[in-house]
């Protein structure tokens, strides 16, 4: 499949432009992600023509995922728009909603990005307010908050919706307190931020919260909030489901890891957590009548692969794809087993050499091999092999790779 040239080409969303030839100080380019919005998409665009002021150049790139009419919707809407309109068709939604945005984000080639729903609970009268709280603030980050003074949830669809979106809120700002200072709505999809501020290499989003991926992994700074009232969406149904939930969950502790030390924190809680289906084989194992030294041996598999299979889900989502499922399998379940054979030789050289009581010398031993076990995960399970390079997203890619066969860009109008 054939890659046409970016959106305005040569003048705003070029990414390989030079500096000095990116738009004019407090140009905008509005991202919006779709999936089957086909019914919001020409009153979309009529509010933002009516938003948007004709001294703010500004540019909408639509990044869509939709599996109806959607592109052919916003190609007939688009003509009737005095500023530039284009589309990103992504046949596969890697990252989902988040990964759409990543993906307009390295097409941005304007100073300021808004990114925004396409359902009209963002309205697009607010697009030149962030622009202009951004500017004002010199601010690199303006949040669009329900919670601020002047603004308001009431588009929130029942009380269970409500509640969700306040505790994750809760969750968020209580696990990141220093990253998410001065911002009220963490949740919130509709900001603006400065091209500057973004580092489109560094984000790795998983599901639809691309707000918390941005200010956790970029860390823009001298963040600034205006309020605004989440609406009724206009058309169509929410994309909000019990499993994007559980994928923001999953993001939640993806990110929370980010750092060798809390990654090495989880990965002995994950091992503690191993405990229990460790001691349930050896139960059932030695009440079936086997003896208790090939029991043990059988059990310890059973934790092991608990463990996998959380560090795998929770803690090394993103770094899965440099080895084969089979090779990670052999590599963590040799360090694991290393484990036992390792931990008896050091209780005897602690209590030998170093004079240690049993139980000292046996947590040591339990401490050393416990941080061994978590370097050589990280090194030899999850690191890329040597000479690979990591594999690059879609949007990095130039028009005539082999690598282009499912995203398709496009400019609509001019």
Known sequence: MSILPPIGAGELGDPDLEATAVAEPGAVTVIIPTFNESGNIRELLRQLTDAVPARLPCEVLFVDDSTDDT?????????????????????????????????????????????????????????PDLVAAGERESADLVVASRYLAGGSRAGLAGGYRVAVSRAATWLTKGIFPGRLRGISDPMSGFFAIRRSAVTSEALRPLGYKILLELTVRCRPESPAEVPFVFRDRFAGESKSTAREGLRFLRHLVELRTAAPLARMIA????????????????????????????????????????????????????????????????????????????????????????????????????????????????????????????????????????????????????
């Open 71 to 127: 592109p052919e919707v916003i190609a007939a809407a688009a003509q009737d728009c005095p500023f530039p309109v284009g589309v990103i068709h992504r046949d596969t939604p890697e990252g989902g909603l988040g990964g759409a945005v990543v993906e307009g984000l390295r097409a941005a080639g304007s100073d300021w990005i808004v990114v925004m729903d396409a359902d009209l609970q963002h309205p697009p009268a607010l697009v």
């Open 267 to 414: 990965f002995g809680l994950i091992g503690l957590t191993g405990f229990v289906p460790n001691l349930l084989a050896l139960y059932g194992l030695t009440a079936a009548g086997l003896h208790y030294l090939p029991a043990e041996v059988l059990a310890n598999q059973f934790g092991v692969g608990w463990n996998f299979l959380l560090i795998e889900v929770l803690l090394f989502r993103s770094r899965r794809a440099h080895r084969h499922w089979a090779d990670r399998v052999g590599r963590f379940a040799l360090l694991a087993n290393a484990d036992l054979l390792l931990r008896i030789p050091l209780i005897a050289l602690f209590v030998s050499q170093f004079g240690m009581g049993v139980l000292t010398a046996t947590g040591c031993a339990l401490l050393a091999t416990f941080v061994l076990r978590f370097v050589g995960t990280e090194a030899l399970v999850y690191l890329p092999k040597r000479g690979r390079e990591p594999g690059r997203t879609r949007a990095g890619v130039r028009p005539g790779s082999p690598e282009t066969g499912d995203r398709v860009e496009k400019e609509v109008s001019r």
